[in-house]
């Protein structure tokens, strides 16, 4: 079983900037588990990542830990997928990679329908790991379900008020 642990911050400036990797451009939609869906157990994501592409299956529960499943996929199949299967809007973000202290931070600069939002995540081990916060960090949204990728492509945060 596969498990997940990922805290979820919004960024309050640009500092993260300082220790970026350039990033890598993100294409992802919804094949099932858009918000309001009867009996939602799970997400079924396709996204494509750089020049990789991967089929990605998330519990839907909401907070720091859920179960997550991960299989690469042929490209060209994800394109398709996204292209003609996908609900809701696709979601478009450059993800960058920082480091700090011993944590990877991932830092997700959205754009297109969710242009202006700006995310950092952090996977961890254990759910009472300890780690560094940066300065740049804001406010905790783990148990706000507005900021998961699968809210944003049902409800993008150019409509939200």
Known sequence: MAIEIERKFLVRDDGWRTGADAGTRYRQGYLTGMPGESGLRSSVRVRIAGDRAELNIKSAELGIRRLEYQYEIP???AEEMLDRLCIGHTVEKVRHHVRIGRHLWEIDVFG???AGLVVAEIELAREDEPFE????L???VSDDPRYYNVYLAAHP???WQ
């Open 138 to 140: 804001g406010e905790e």
């Open 112 to 114: 297109g329908d969710n």
């Open 157 to 159: 945060y150019r409509t």
């Open 75 to 77: 490209v060209a199949d």
């Open 133 to 136: 916060r940066p300065d740049w």
